[in-house]
């Protein structure tokens, strides 16, 4: 190597530490990207869940039936044992001129046949009508398409066999599906699925019996 050769070698600026720097700047353009569409995609999903929420809350609890704001009236409910919960869940109580004529009360069925399943229970309180239940309202699981997720209204009229049931009708000792010499109808090649349901109603109107505001 000659020595004017040498020496523009040398005068070479050292540039190794600019790769680093591209990259460094690329993975925060990334990230900053990806944060900014979960933040916009998760104010959606919210929004629709919301929205899915109140939706099942006007058919589990009819607005003849009270005066108050079911989502202000909301309050905190953790019951690991007897509801299934695996967190804090929410009870939304229908009141009308200040007392509890309805619970829409969340239980979590932990044995489906492909792990939980989420629901809402609609129970009236007081009166006459005390422990009926006026609507079932399945809100997430990962039962197998087309057996198992027959349970959702939009898929079958499965669940319109709960309305109007309570502990006295049929008796408690009843709250099975047929095939376990119980009252309630199953699926056809599904029997996992409905069995989990019916035992997760049944302890929503045992949590509803025993409640105390």
Known sequence: MTEQATNQTQNKPNRTWLLPLILAFMTLITSG????????TADKIAAIQLKNKLDSLQRLIP?????????DDAIDLY???LLGHR????LYLGKKNGLITAMAIPVTARNGYSGDIKLLVGIQVG???????????IIAHKETPGLGDLIETKKSDWLLQFPGASLQQPAETLWQVKKDQGEFDQITAA???PRAVVAAIKQALLFNREFQP
């Open 63 to 71: 607005d003849h039936l009270i005066d108050n704001n079911l989502v």
């Open 127 to 137: 009166g006459n009508q005390n422990g009926l239940i006026t609507a079932v309202e």
């Open 87 to 90: 967190q804090t869940e929410k």
């Open 33 to 40: 990207l990806l944060m900014f569409s979960h933040a916009l």
């Open 79 to 81: 019951e690991p044992v």
């Open 191 to 193: 029997t996992i699925t």
